[in-house]
């Protein structure tokens, strides 16, 4: 008689044994899966320490810089803050809060206090209205009105209420081209005018910026003398294109 059934072949493994190969399969697995777990998930060693540590410095640094920069920002023109450039990825890449900070427009500037208006004096009205009427009076008439289509307005133009430097200009060296006042286009030419003082400009200038209902700062002779003096060399006129002027 024997032992094993002699109706089948015998198995490879006895029963027992395989279970027990089972278990040690799904040990080794497990283990294997466990480990590659740990190994990609843990903070494996001292240089991942050493990066967070470095990232909380440089998170600190740029936040340091950060409001350094919104205390005492560099500014565009269009009020938002200038960043060097590298300053703006670190300050980007450690603190978003500090970036929508940034992102905010600057406050409007406290109003430089509009300066002073200079009223001038009697005297120098009186001289400005002489030498209005002796040089531009004939063109631009009693009023500053002017003749339209032919002289234009110079009662309350922005040329006139302007820097003064622009109208010191034309008196001294004319002015031609096409140039739009009060809607009328004039393409014509203003001469210059002829046997003006420095003084003569500055009394005639204020004069205008003064009457007509324009209450625009009085004109020095200092202000004339600086722009003969920078225009000393020329002699053609003014072109309104080249001023700017439309
Ligand atoms: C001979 C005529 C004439 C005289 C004199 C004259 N102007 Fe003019 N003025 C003109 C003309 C014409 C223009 C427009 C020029 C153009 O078409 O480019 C003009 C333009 C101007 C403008 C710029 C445009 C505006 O309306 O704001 C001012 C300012 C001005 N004149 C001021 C004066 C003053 C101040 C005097 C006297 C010191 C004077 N002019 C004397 C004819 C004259």
Known sequence: MSEHPSNGPRPLLPGQVKSWLGVVAFVLVAVAVLAYAFVAVRPTNNSDLDRRVAQKA???????????????????????????????????????????????????????????????????????LAVYSRTCIACHQPTGKGLAPVFPSIAATPIVNGDASLPIKFILHGLMGPITVDGVTYNSMMPPVAGVSDQDIADVLTYVRQSFGNKSNAVTADQVKAVRAANAARTAPWNTAELGLK
Request: without cysteine; proline residues 7%.
């Open 58 to 128: 440089l998170r600190a640094d740029t936040e340091s810089k950060a409001k350094a920069l919104i205390t005492t920002p560099a500014k565009n023109a269009d009020g938002t803050y200038r960043l060097p450039v590298a300053d703006a990825m670190a300050v980007i890449a450690a603190n978003p809060k500090v970036l929508s900070e940034l992102r905010k427009p600057v406050a409007a500037e406290a109003a430089a206090p509009a300066a002073a208006f200079v009223k001038a004096d009697d005297e120098q009205m009186k001289r400005g």
